[in-house]
């Protein structure tokens, strides 16, 4: 065994041009979305995929994601995402990924913190009962050298910016979808920082869930020179979702 | 020949999870992305893509899009889209596609309507002499039962809704992208319509630039009973695009 190349999933894709920013750069919102369809495409490539889960009345649920980034693709560019599994736990699994240039050079890392739960109870799953325990024999201790998604927590209390959910921020489960948090919290700075700098970490931590018409509130401090910590409260005082933005 | 089947190209996509609405199926926003890719991939193999035109300063410019459909792919449904030249005249290119279901099937047709346009001038280009005329090679009869475009004029005065262009609207050309104005128009009605109607026919007709930290406000007219025009003016009066959505 070589350290379990064969855990290794590796998905390719192309910038997209409409999933590019001004700079020509996709966008990391976009980037999410691929992370997460690997993720998906992964777990359904060994038995533990949302369709299968599904039949079982089972669902996971994304509860972190921290990317960090050297560098991003460029328009009309290959690349390709390799993603693993770093941890089982009981109620949590630690999936990795690495975003892998043209030339198969990384350019970033990201790590994500997964629960499942059940559908009917929304209460979490016993991770290593599932399936006779066999997830955890895709453990993989491949490097994914960045740091854990950290804490943030936000004492602003005014908003930034408002916003009441629209048709389109929903997806199938009849909530806000993840990857439209990540666009309207980068959306919160003014398009010259983008010219100045770029994100060289993003992280989410996914909270509590909001639904269509509920007005999300948008907090953000400044914690550091390029650092911003963000919190997303619904209706009032209910945080949804945190975040934390360093640019370099 | 049997009609020129070698210039129909055909590319396959699949729907994924975040790019589906609360009804799993595919958003028009996603549909319509998916449709100006395959016209880039398409002429791109062809020589007449966006690459190889901005080496010689010209770009291709969408002037309309009318899409038809009788069903839109489910969540995880494989699905494909083909694309062909139906006429090309001096000024505009006409383009068409057939969306096919997962069975190979068409659900739905598009028109697209195109300019090309120098970079430095950004005046239209003569489409019979570029590369000698060759484009016109392209040509295809492939049918596409669907109406063209037509018509769009909104006299309304009170704006339904407004809306200040921020970092995610803009592509690299600096400019609102072709797929958000689709976004913002669909999130003008309530998800309840969506919950009762799909939608039936879409149509854009992109008529000047929007840029970051313009104002666009949206004026919708009902002039059906299930029939809606749509027009986008920044800034006061400056028209950006008309839009008609028909729901069934």
Not at 28 to 34: D, P, Q, R, T
Not at 50 to 58: I, S, V
Not at 135 to 140: A, D, K, L, M, R
Request: proline share 3%; charged share 25%.
């Amino acid at each position: 065994m070589t350290g379990g190349e064969d855990k290794v999933g590796t998905y390719k894709f192309v910038a997209e041009p409409f999933h590019c920013d001004f700079s020509g750069r996709l966008t990391m919102s976009v980037l999410g979305n691929h992370l997460l369809n690997c993720a998906g495409f992964h777990a359904a490539d060994r038995g533990f995929g949302m369709a299968t889960l599904n039949e079982n009345h089972y669902t996971w649920v994304l509860s972190r994601l921290a990317v960090e980034l050297e560098d991003m693709p460029r328009q009309y560019e290959e690349f390709s995402i390799q993603t693993w599994v770093e941890n089982v736990y009981r109620l949590f699994t630690d999936r990795n990924f690495a975003i892998l240039n043209n030339e198969g050079k990384p350019i970033g890392y990201a790590r994500s913190v997964w629960a499942m739960i059940s559908m009917e109870t929304r209460k979490p799953a016993d991770l290593l009962t599932l399936h006779g325990g066999s997830i955890t024999g895709y453990v993989c201790d491949k490097e994914c050298p960045i740091g854990k998604p950290g804490r943030v927590k936000v004492a602003e209390k005014t908003p930034l910016f408002h916003y009441q959910i629209r048709y389109s921020d929903i997806d199938i489960n009849g909530h806000v979808n993840s990857i439209k948090y990540i666009e309207h919290i980068l959306d919160l700075f003014p398009i010259g920082l983008f010219k100045e700098k770029r994100i060289k970490r993003f992280e989410m931590a996914y909270v509590a869930e909001s639904y269509y018409d509920d007005t999300l509130n948008f907090y953000r401090e400044k914690v550091g020179e390029n650092e911003y910590d963000i919190e997303v409260r619904k209706n009032g005082t209910d945080v949804v979702v945190r975040s934390k933005v360093i640019f370099m």
